[in-house]
């Protein structure tokens, strides 16, 4: 019995069978018991189907051996109704006697378990359909009818003989063909089957052996299980395209050959009249052959020879059955060695609701359209960033802001390097960083080239991206090329100038053959106008871990002076100086180490944070007019005189305060209202409680602003 598709007219694997649950009928029948004559009797037996069309192939009715109901009905004789054959009570183990009467028809051409019980009792199964699930002429007066016409005819023949006990309401899942949804008819036919249980054993074997790993590992266990209950492998298909199978017929004998090369003679009779089997294998099957067929397999030449086995295979959990455990067999039962060491499963991406993406249903989306509306890189790098290993993951088009910006800021800051680097610049490969903001960065890129290669070696993608994001975003562009940014604009001093451009190019190159895997083009696309590089990327050298100075004083200090500017930009935002606005600075380092690298990196700080005059004291009275901030190893004032009118300020801030808590006042109000608390929604209680909590954070802040301007301001 295979699963037969009446519209596809062939055969359909059992994984590529869809299950639909379906609200349909229950038929209970009255089946006439008939005496030693052959007469029917006023006794009956009455069983339960969804499908009356098909109790034109009945060929018995089984009970459960134990069943009381049906002890004395053992061994006799029934009429089938509207055909009138005779057949058989039988009984067997397999009968559930729960389901409805107890007793079932047997329909073996048409029923895979109906099937098995005529086989344990030796009865010849009769097919009723053709192969476009028309009743055939073992129907009778119903041949030519399609199933649903057939069933409506023998529910009102059936009725009219009053041979219709009762009709239920029934719910039950039934199998479509995936390809086009038509309703699966199980059919007896002759097919070629593959027995599994050896073949399965062969691959249980090997990854139990972990000569073949599933990235995440939880794909291993359910791989395994599927193994372990594999059932035989129906591998022909009548189909026009594919690849034939390998057998002949002797035309004059019968014998059936099985051959690689076609043969020329029967092998029994010596007639060379033979005709090839008209059916093609599964697709699955030839997919099978993938990894062994695309290296000259069954030729065994160089490509064989150096290119297998393989070493990872990148896919999808839902073809892991349909596919990968089938390349596993045949690499191990053709060529004796699994195809690949590892399966790394990628995350499914669904669609907004949770759906699978599906052409046939229409759900998800055109990949292409996608990629022409932000480009493929973005969508790759995306991609990359959401594949935790964890679970499926909805789709949203927001999600993919992320690619998109971030393309673009590659963009730029290569643009911006481009401007400000020499065409003929040399020595960018073997350059030796001694400034320290050089020495930091490249270090950076050190760190990041051992993080990547073990995101790559651990199947990590999404960890791998992240730190390519951050090193690039925040260490390259947030603060190198701003720290930078003066020695490119300094004609006058050589040194300096070339320096910051064979680090900057050297860091940015790098980082481009990093991220190249996961952004092929625009990395390719930048890489080739860098003025020190040459040929494609795509051929470029992985890059190295490159030995250089004092990491740790320049991490030190770097992370000092990033603080520094950071708490000066803060205490502007906090009064609310205007971004152009120069501003006075006091710092107040703690011993010479911080004083020294202050000094050093003065110009750094009144640049970055827009500081007019930046006075650094290793011990000073607190500054009137100023307000402070502390960070590991140094104090820092923002003089504000002048610059904020610190009454004004005073002033808004404190009609803000009053605002909020006039605000707070009303939440409060409603939370202690018995009536709100009881008739509001949930959600609406739980805003009102976020709300209060942003009003309370809001609050605190304002709070220590004003404290801030009014303690200092005397
Ligand atoms: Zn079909
Ligand atoms: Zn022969």
Redesign the pocket.
């Known amino acids: 019995i295979v699963n037969w598709c009446p519209r596809c007219r062939t055969t359909i694997s059992d994984l590529e069978v869809e299950y639909d649950e379906r609200d349909a009928k229950l038929y209970y029948i009255s089946y006439p018991l008939i005496d030693d004559k052959g007469k029917k009797t006023l006794k009956s037996i009455v069983v339960a189907t969804t499908r009356p069309e098909t109790m034109l192939g009945d060929m018995a009715v089984a009970v459960n051996p134990l069943d009381k109901r049906y002890s004395d009905v053992k061994g006799a004789f029934l009429e089938l109704p509207l055909v009138g054959r005779r057949i058989p009570v039988i009984t067997d183990d397999a009968v559930e006697m729960e389901f409805g009467t107890g007793a079932v028809k047997i329909t073996p051409a048409h029923d895979p378990d109906d099937y098995e019980i005529a086989l344990r009792h030796n009865i010849e199964p009769l097919v009723i359909m053709d192969e476009g699930a028309m009743i055939n002429g073992n129907g009778g007066v119903y041949e030519g009818l399609t199933r649903e016409e057939a069933r409506k005819k023998i529910v009102e023949d059936l009725e009219k003989e009053g041979l219709l006990v009762k009709v239920e309401d029934y719910h039950h899942s039934v199998g479509r063909c995936c390809r086009c949804q038509t309703d699966i008819e199980p059919y007896l036919s002759e097919q070629w089957f593959i027995k599994m249980e050896p073949l399965a054993k062969l691959v249980i074997d090997a990854i139990n052996k972990g000569k073949v790993r599933f990235v995440p590992d939880r794909w291993t266990r359910i791989c395994l299980s599927w193994l372990e209950n594999a059932r035989d492998w129906c591998i022909s298909r009548q189909l026009w395209w594919g690849h034939r199978i390998p057998i002949w017929y002797?035309d004059?004998?019968g014998?059936v050959i099985v051959s690689v090369e076609k043969p020329t003679r029967?092998t029994?009779?010596e007639?060379s009249k033979l005709h090839q089997d008209e059916d093609v294998l599964d697709t699955w099957f030839s997919s099978a052959l993938w990894p062994i067929s695309t290296m000259g397999w069954p030729d065994v030449g160089d490509d064989f020879e150096k290119f297998y086995p393989t070493d990872v295979l990148v896919t999808a959990s839902d073809i892991i059955y349909l596919w990968v455990a089938r390349m596993i067999v045949s690499g191990l039962k053709f060529v004796g060695e699994v195809p690949f060491h590892t399966v790394y499963i990628n995350t499914t991406i669904q669609d907004e609701e949770g759906r699978r993406m599906s052409r046939t249903h229409g759900t998800g989306i055109d990949p292409m359209e996608f990629i022409e509306s932000i480009g493929a890189d973005a969508v790759r790098f995306t991609m990359a960033t959401i594949a935790t290993q964890t679970q499926s993951i909805r789709f949203s088009a927001d999600k993919f802001d992320i690619g998109k910006y971030f393309t673009n800021k590659i963009w730029n800051a290569a643009r911006f390097l481009l401007m400000n680097v020499d065409e003929n610049i040399t020595g960018v490969n073997d350059f030796t960083p001694e400034r320290v903001e050089d020495i930091w960065i490249m270090d950076g890129l050190n760190g990041l080239i051992e993080e990547v290669n073990r995101g790559y070696e651990e199947y990590r993608f999404n960890d791998l991206a992240g730190r390519l994001y951050d090193f690039f975003w925040h260490s390259y562009c947030d603060w190198y090329l701003e720290l930078i940014k003066n020695r490119f604009y300094r004609p006058e001093n050589e040194d300096e100038r070339l320096s910051a451009q064979r680090c900057a190019l050297y860091v940015m190159d790098g980082w481009l053959r990093l991220m190249h895997p996961i952004m092929p083009h625009i990395t390719e696309e930048i890489y080739s106008r860098l003025p020190h590089t040459s040929g494609y990327i795509i051929l470029a050298q992985w890059p190295e871990v490159k030995e250089i100075g004092d990491v740790i004083s320049a991490r030190e200090e770097l992370e000092f002076i990033t603080e520094v500017i950071r708490s000066i930009r803060n205490l502007r935002t906090e009064i609310n100086v205007p971004p152009s606005k120069e501003v006075d600075v006091l710092i107040i380092p703690e011993g010479d180490k911080y004083r020294e690298m202050t000094e050093r990196n003065a110009e750094h700080i009144t640049t970055l944070a827009k500081v007019a005059d930046l006075d650094i004291k290793m011990s000073a009275s607190k500054p009137k007019m100023a307000i402070s901030s502390v960070v590991a190893g140094a104090s820092v004032y923002l003089l504000f005189e002048g610059i904020v009118d610190a009454d004004k300020e005073l002033k808004r801030l404190t009609r803000t305060y009053k605002k909020l808590e006039e605000e707070k006042r009303k939440l409060t109000l409603k939370l202690e209202n018995e009536n709100f608390m009881t008739k509001a929604p949930k959600n609406v209680i739980d805003d009102v409680v976020r709300h209060l909590e942003e009003v309370d954070r809001k609050m605190l802040r304002i709070g220590e602003h004003i404290n801030k301007l009014r303690g200092e301001n005397n």
């Open positions: 002797c004059e004998c014998e029967c029994k009779c007639s």
